[in-house]
């Protein structure tokens, strides 16, 4: 399948925000409290079984941060990129681990790197920082022992 | 063979007819110390290769009297800080070091245990060298050192090891 059949194909039951072709792969903006759902739908109807990875993108000039989600089809070997975009200031967003397992720990580490509450996750511990390290990833974030890189 | 290396010719005497070795307790106690240290089994990150390598059948580090390699910290002379040392794994190098009995020594190897390294910019999550966490002995710069490098500091260590004093605690 191409991205553009892939796109007509979740159009059929979803409604997608805004869409693009990067490198080939369909990147699909949905709304927020949709996720779950479009998630259950990849999975279960277009078999992209596999939930590749769970990321976060930090745009601070637009105020928005973005939440990657990439799929992957074992049938047809496609990938699918869903992305969300939330507040800086308040950024929450639905689990998704109750449709994929995996998601559990990369929603941990998206959240501890970004500060992303993911409502309605079983235990949103810390996975890989230790305690006095927040959202290091976002661009603003800024630490006492942190030497700047000089200008070139 | 390495134990005769560097001893001072005043401080022994041959005695003829008896194979008999002459010398001060301070020089015996160092060079005993210097031939026999056991290397604490511990690479934080890719420098491990490099230490793994110098202590294989290649270049072979019990050539120079560092023999095997402790499992256990307990039984450890010295530690070899092979890699970047994170936030997180600062407190448990700590405890590591603290564990090991005295006489002990500290190799900082490669860039990232010398300063942080390539991480010393923009990180987050890089401790700037070994030596705010614990007390350094010898620093070996590469990135990796490669085995002759770190063979070389081993047997700078052994010098130094060689001119400390009974007097004076170790390290």
């Known amino acids: ?152 | 063979m390495g134990l005769m290396n560097g001893i001072d010719e005043k401080l022994v005497r041959k005695i003829p007819g008896a194979p008999v070795v002459l010398a001060s307790a301070e020089w015996a106690i160092n060079a005993g110390r210097s031939n026999s240290i056991w290397t604490l089994t511990f690479g934080l990150r890719c420098c491990a290769m490099e230490m793994m390598a110098t202590g294989a059948a290649k270049y072979d580090w019990a050539r120079f009297g560092f023999e095997v390699p402790a499992a256990s910290p307990r039984r450890a002379d010295l530690m070899i800080v092979a890699g970047t040392i994170t936030t997180k794994m600062a407190p448990l190098v700590k405890r590591l070091y603290e564990q090991m009995a005295e006489p002990k020594y500290v190799i900082a190897m490669g860039a990232c245990a010398i300063s942080g390294g390539p991480f010393i910019y923009d990180s987050y999550s890089v401790v700037r060298g070994a030596d705010k966490v614990i007390p350094v002995d010898i620093y070996i710069p590469g990135c990796p050192p490669r085995p002759e490098a770190l063979l070389d500091g081993m047997i700078k260590l052994q010098e130094k090891i060689m001119k400390q004093k009974l007097t004076k605690a170790a390290s």
């Open chain 1, 1 to 152: 399948m191409n991205f553009q059949e892939i796109l007509e194909k979740i159009k059929t039951k979803h409604e997608v925000l805004e869409s693009k072709e990067d490198l080939g792969v369909l990147n699909a903006y949905i709304a927020t409290a949709k996720i779950a759902a479009v998630a259950a739908f990849m999975k279960d109807e277009l078999k992209f079984e596999q939930l590749n990875f769970i990321t976060a993108v930090d745009f601070p000039a637009n105020n928005a941060i973005e939440v990657v989600y990439h799929f992957f089809s074992y049938e047809t070997a496609d990938s699918v990129v869903l992305r969300i975009k939330l507040d800086r200031a308040k950024a929450e967003v639905p689990t998704i681990s109750g449709v994929f397992k995996t998601a559990d720990w990369h929603e941990r580490e998206a959240s501890e790197m970004f500060g992303i509450k993911f409502s309605g996750h079983p235990d949103l511990n810390r996975l890989l920082l230790p305690d006095g390290i927040e959202s290091p990833l976002r661009k603003d974030y800024k630490n006492p022992d942190m030497t700047p890189l000089p200008k070139a």
